[in-house]
């Protein structure tokens, strides 16, 4: 069984975020998908499985934690290597059916790697979150009141993950550091992660709930800040605009976003192909 390395979110090798690849995954288990992305330390890994047509594939997400119902980068990595390992032509279109919902994916061949753009649907708005329960959320990663952008509310976003999404100001962003673990009860307002923003520089952080590991570039909140902007009146309905992530863990990263007139939420970004690799065990025995 193989597996490949990809950088996506990155107009070059060995930026943006990283991406282990199962393109046939048939023969593993849950537990064994998940004990090989805890091998691998990335911060997601896809697993594939052929569909009933040649685009369709089915697709199961793990974290070095968790299973996860959606998730952005792995599914702009992996429908470029389909597109690599499956069609010859500049353009191609695939459907990724993960356990939350169906995802329809257009990639393009470049002269450097794929592009690809995933629609996320139309995103959710769930609680406004007040003032206390922000700052609850702001102390966890070490900020003071002072470094919360009070203009716009922290609120809950998803396109199929739901994020609290809490406005920080741009030296609040540089500080952050996650402190401690996340209350679950606090996530108890229908939230799975804390997505930092800088509204001024469409730049943002996040870490897993433990606060162990930050993310390098996050496609799964990449959609609710763009429909979140877009309700606020702060970016432009039609049109595509780029947020930033990466810069503090020396992986800049550009996700490209749209919210279209129907409010449909695009993501998308440049995939490089770095490596292959091949497992020298039994899967079966995993």
């Known amino acids: 069984m193989q597996y490949w390395q990809l950088d996506v979110f990155a107009e070059r090798p060995l930026a943006g975020n990283g991406l282990a690849v199962f393109d046939d995954a048939r023969g593993l288990s849950a537990s064994a998908m998940q004990g090989l992305t805890q091998e691998l330390r990335q911060f997601e890994s896809i697993f594939l499985l052929p569909g009933t047509t040649a685009d369709t594939f089915s697709a199961r997400i793990f974290t070095v934690e968790e299973e996860l119902p959606f998730a952005g980068h792995p599914i702009i990595g992996a429908a470029a290597l389909l597109h690599h390992l499956h069609s010859p032509a500049e353009h191609a279109d695939w459907q990724l059916q993960l356990t939350a919902k169906t995802v329809q994916i257009h990639t393009q061949r470049l002269a450097q790697g794929f592009y690809a753009e995933m629609d996320q649907g139309v995103a959710e708005f769930g609680a406004q979150l007040s003032a206390a329960q922000a700052a609850e959320f702001a102390s966890a990663f070490g900020l003071d009141r002072d470094e919360q952008d009070m203009r716009y509310p922290a609120t809950v976003v998803s396109t199929g993950l739901p994020y609290v999404l809490l406005p920080v100001t741009g030296p609040g962003l540089a500080k952050a550091k996650q402190q401690r673990a996340l209350d679950l009860e606090l996530l ?9 923003l800088d509204i001024d520089a469409r730049e943002g952080r996040t870490w897993d ?28 309905r039609g049109t595509p605009f780029q947020l930033n992530q990466g810069r503090f863990l020396q992986r800049p990263s550009r996700l490209q976003v749209c919210v279209g007139q129907d409010d449909r939420v695009r993501v998308g970004g440049h995939v490089q192909l770095l490596a292959r690799a091949e497992l020298l065990v039994d899967p079966s025995t995993l």
């Open 188 to 196: 108890a307002c229908g939230a799975a992660f804390v997505f930092l």
């Open 209 to 236: 709930p433990a606060g162990v590991i930050e993310d390098i570039a996050t496609g799964s909140a990449a959609g609710p800040v763009a429909a979140y902007l877009v309700a606020h009146g702060l970016a432009p």
